[in-house]
């Protein structure tokens, strides 16, 4: 396997590595390492996971009450910490999903207006 | 570290699983086991610096931090036991007076009665007697206010009380009906009288009894409910007793009984006053109806005042009504207490202020010290607000500590304070035992303390340089201007010298009030009192019991004279008649001059030793028969009769009174206190004029407990069951007069030690700090050839200065606060050169021990060892 340009990915926008984590846990409990391979895998390798930013945002989430914590065992028999969604986190997945929509909506508008006028 | 949510280990671990499953990852895309492992690594990027963000994302790192510091600062105190005990020692005596003074004016003024809702409690008051008020008055105000959901009626009173452990003459109070129901107590045991069991004068033969008498005259008898007491030798049914905490509505006055107010002519027999308009007796309080505001209450009183005032004019003629707070009579003691107990606080608040101003210069001084350990942590990163914060967390500490001794102290001595009884018949008591508020208020003041000593050297250890520390230069002295440090050593001498110097003239003051002309010689005269009234006794039962005892004292060995009295000078029993002379019987009320008066036996003077200057004494000849005499002092001669010969002479006792005629003249006397000026006093014959109230003198060359001994079974043999009261030597039983002095005197001395303590402390603290800062200088000096002696005036000049400066502002305070404490104390007077100037040796000596240590340290600075210094 060749060595990944690393450059070339986009670093994520401030905010929404809580959505991408959030919306990763929906599938099932899983340990941080999992959670940004997810990410990267489901990006297509487009977006990368700073491991820097991924552990205070993970300890964020689970002060807001959103995931649960817990040590585990993973599939390959490792001791991981593993983190699960809880109802208000899942509340907080539809929330700030409709959130980004929005805004995704918002700026794709104002990026290319033709389009939302025609 | 129960506060954490997660440990630091916990996330290294997670850490490092995350690594190792991103290592087996990509050992499974084909990397060898050490490739993958540096990849992972790198990966994953720097794992000190997520530890770290994860430290700092913790939201109890402020916790963390207060727990290091705690713990840094415990260490740097166990470092410096020195340092450590003196800090200790001052803020405990500072806080510890603070919580004492505290407990006081908490016990006394701040805790609210032990009743229902006793901010709704108000103490009526009027214009013409004060605390007084007339029953009927009372009545008139219960039955037409609009204002108080109740209004009830008391008075203290004396009661001869039978009990199991004997008869004894005690004190109590006669209540309405409505009494406890107005405060809203509920009984100990049994139950309390009401309104229905007033039935008409002398028809409630009823008593509640307090708790302390429940349990120390009737061994806590739970049975003691319907039994039968004697109260004055009448029966009465004992229907409760008052929970434990209740003492009445004085909170210095420990009543034993309440009586309803309708027995009243059986409880004070001879004065029946409750259907007279004019005797104010009664002491009244209120409970004000929800949301009637004191203002509205008092208007409303005073249209009734109005009505009676009108309708009565003999006795209510402009009366007018103000409400004050219960518990202290009113104004009468309610309104020094505030005055004294604030003036108190203040100087207790000046000694802790002393303190504080003692620990900042000596944590300053040792912050020199430490100049370069903060200049490290500066350097590697600390912020300034952090090592500040450092600083503060040390110095509250060190409050906490010495706060918790304080507030120990405090504790010990407020349980003698609550233990102590005045010397007096009387049952004065106070109970000061620290509550949550005096708790509370030393928590708060270590707190604050803390934070008062420490801001000074926490602001100094933040502006340190770090870099002119850590290339070891010395900043220099730079302190030619007037620091806040210098002022606080000013104030500090001059505080010291007040107190000193008034404890000083306060004792000379003492000492001499024992060589006061009283007008009577109270040594080798002992006495014993009782009331043959509160015993039952008629008149005619009550003069011949009088002769019976007197017969019986005179023939005890040793005694040289005897004699009977209704009271002595200086006595709390003191009373005063309103004289009109013969040819001006209708002086107006302003005009009147009252003397002291006194019901006394023939040979009376003799035995207290007081000088005849002209005329006779009473002789048994002076009885009802015989025309009314009268022996008066030089005072009343002089400022009633304007005579220097008032032989012959004849006056008015009271308004419209008997015609005295004066037949002897003694000298001059103190009556009232001992510190008063010679002031008119009549003395008539017991004879002529019957009073129950009675103490037996005798003078005798045998020792005092011996004669007292001898004149108890004297006593028991003519009566077993007759209270004696007041049984002692006269200058025991005088103790009272002289209180108020003597409890200025300790008070003062007290804070004079520790004013003493503090100060030398402070100047300790100042040259120290001088020292430590100079020491390259000295050095230097001491290399170029100065002598111990120009070395020593470097460092003590300014020293020395300011105690010059602080000495005079304490004698100007001195000088101006000796007026208050002449009236305190009789023959304090701050024209005492001699005292001043011991005074001011003291402080002298006190500058030079406290600076000893840091100034041979000065002398003994090494040029070489303090120039290479670091």
């Known amino acids: 396997m060749a060595t990944r340009d690393e450059n070339n990915r986009i670093a994520l926008l401030q905010g929404t590595l809580d959505l991408l984590i959030l919306r990763t846990l929906l599938f099932g409990p899983q340990h941080g390492q999992g959670i940004s391979r997810a990410i990267q895998a489901q990006s297509d390798d487009e977006l990368l996971v700073d491991h820097g930013s991924l552990y205070p945002a993970l300890q964020r989430l689970e002060a807001q009450g959103w995931i649960s914590a817990a040590w585990g065992v993973s599939e390959n028999n490792r001791k991981a910490r593993f983190y699960q969604l809880t109802k208000s986190g899942k509340q907080q997945l539809t929330r700030e999903t409709n959130q980004w929509k929005r805004l995704a909506a918002a700026i794709g508008r104002v990026l290319e207006p033709q389009k939302s006028e025609g | ?870």
């Open chain 2, 1 to 870: 570290m129960f506060w954490r949510r997660r440990k630091n280990e916990d996330f290294s671990e997670e850490i490092q699983a995350h690594i190792a499953l991103e290592a087996e990852r990509l050992r499974a895309e084909g990397f060898s086991a050490a490739e993958a492992d540096a990849a992972a690594r790198k990966r994953f990027g720097n794992v000190l610096s997520a530890e770290e963000q994860f430290y700092e994302t913790n939201r109890w790192l402020w916790l963390e931090h207060l727990r290091r510091d705690m713990g840094y600062g415990l260490r740097v105190l166990l470092r410096n036991p020195g340092f450590t005990f003196v800090a200790m020692l001052s803020l405990a005596l500072g806080i510890g007076v603070n919580a004492l003074m505290f407990s006081v004016v908490n016990a006394l003024v701040l805790r609210p009665l032990p009743v229902e809702k006793p901010g709704e409690l108000v103490f009526l008051e009027n214009n013409h007697f004060g605390i007084g008020q007339s029953f009927p008055n009372y009545r008139d105000f219960r039955d037409q206010n609009q204002v108080f959901s109740g209004l009830m009626a008391y008075r203290v009173v004396q009661i001869e009380l039978d009990s199991r452990v004997g008869t004894a003459r005690t004190w109590g109070y006669l209540a309405t009906g409505n009494y406890f129901d107005v405060l809203g107590i509920q009984p100990a045991l049994g139950r309390f009288f009401h309104k229905e069991d007033e039935r008409g004068e002398g028809g409630s033969p009823y008593a509640v009894l307090s708790y302390g008498s429940w349990q120390a005259r009737y061994g806590g008898d739970r049975d003691i409910v319907g039994k039968t007491i004697r109260i004055n030798r009448h029966p009465y049914t004992v229907l409760g007793v008052a929970p434990r905490n209740f003492h009445g509505t004085e909170v210095f006055y420990w009543p034993e009984v309440w009586a309803p107010m309708m027995m009243e002519a059986q409880i004070e027999p001879g004065n029946p006053w409750l259907e007279n308009r004019g005797t104010f007796n009664a002491w009244v309080i209120g409970r004000l109806k929800p949301g009637v505001s004191p203002s509205a209450a008092t208007a409303n009183l005073n249209t009734i005042a109005a009505e009676l005032s009108r309708r009565y004019p003999d006795f209510d003629e402009g009366l007018q009504m103000h409400l004050t707070r219960p518990g202290l009579m009113g104004d009468v003691i309610g309104g020094p207490m505030r005055a004294v107990s604030f003036a108190l606080m203040l100087m207790a608040g000046l000694v802790l202020l002393t303190a504080c101003a003692n620990l900042a210069s000596m944590v300053t001084a040792r912050g020199a010290d430490r100049e370069r350990e903060i200049a490290i942590r500066l350097s590697i990163g600390a912020t300034r607000w952090r090592v500040m914060r450092q600083i503060l967390t040390e110095t509250v500490v060190l409050a906490g500590l010495g706060g918790a001794a304080g507030y120990g102290l405090a504790q010990v001595l407020s349980k003698l304070l609550s233990a102590w009884h005045a010397p007096m018949d009387f049952p004065i008591q106070f109970d000061v035992t620290p509550d949550w508020r005096v708790f509370l208020f030393a928590f708060a003041v270590s707190l604050v303390a803390g934070i008062v000593f420490g801001l000074a050297p926490a602001r100094h250890a933040a502006k340190t340089d770090m870099n002119a520390v850590i290339k070891g230069e010395q900043l220099g002295w730079r302190g030619r201007r007037i620091a806040l440090r210098d002022v606080l050593v000013v104030l500090q001498v001059a505080v010291c010298f007040t107190l000193v110097a008034s404890s000083q003239l306060a004792l000379r003051g003492l000492q001499r009030s024992t060589d006061i002309h009283l007008g009577f010689q109270p040594q080798g005269v002992s006495v014993v009192q009782f009331d043959l009234g509160l015993a039952g006794y008629t008149e005619e039962r009550g003069r011949s019991f009088q002769k019976q005892a007197l017969e019986a004292v005179q023939h005890m060995p040793g005694v040289t004279s005897a004699a009977y009295s209704n009271s002595v000078p200086l006595s709390i029993d003191e009373n005063q008649n309103s004289v009109y002379p013969e040819d001006q019987p209708n002086l107006k009320a302003s005009e009147v001059i009252a003397a002291a008066t006194y019901e006394v036996s023939p040979n009376f003077f003799t035995t207290l030793g007081t000088r005849m200057l002209a005329g006779r004494d009473f002789s048994w000849h002076d009885d009802r028969k015989s025309p009314d005499v009268a022996v008066v002092n030089v005072a009343f001669a002089k400022q009633i009769l304007h005579t220097d010969n008032p032989l012959g002479k004849r006056f008015h006792r009271g308004p419209g009174g008997p015609l005295m005629e004066v037949v002897g003249v003694v000298e001059d006397g103190k009556y009232e206190t001992p510190i008063e000026a010679p002031r008119p006093a009549e003395f008539v014959a017991m004879e002529q004029h019957y009073n129950t109230t009675n103490t037996l003198l005798v003078r005798s060359s045998l020792p005092q407990n011996e004669v007292v001994a001898n004149m108890r079974v004297a006593m028991a043999k003519l009566d077993p069951d007759l209270p004696l009261f007041g049984v002692g030597g006269l200058d025991q039983v005088l103790g009272l007069a002289f209180m108020p002095g003597r409890a200025a005197a300790i008070a003062l001395s007290t804070f004079g030690i520790l004013a003493i303590l503090l100060a030398v402390t402070g100047i300790h603290g100042l040259v120290s700090y001088a020292v430590a800062r100079r020491i390259r200088e000295i050095g230097i000096r001491v290399a170029v050839g100065a002598t111990p002696a120009q070395v020593l005036r470097v460092v003590l000049g300014r020293t020395a200065w300011l105690m010059t400066v602080g000495c005079a502002a304490g004698l100007v305070l001195t000088l101006a606060l000796g007026k208050i404490l002449s009236t305190l104390v009789y023959g304090a007077s701050p024209r005492d050169p001699l005292a001043l100037l011991g005074v001011l040796t003291v402080i002298i000596l006190l500058g030079l021990f406290s600076s000893w240590a840091p100034a041979r340290r000065a002398i003994r600075v090494d040029p070489v060892m303090a120039l290479r210094h670091e």
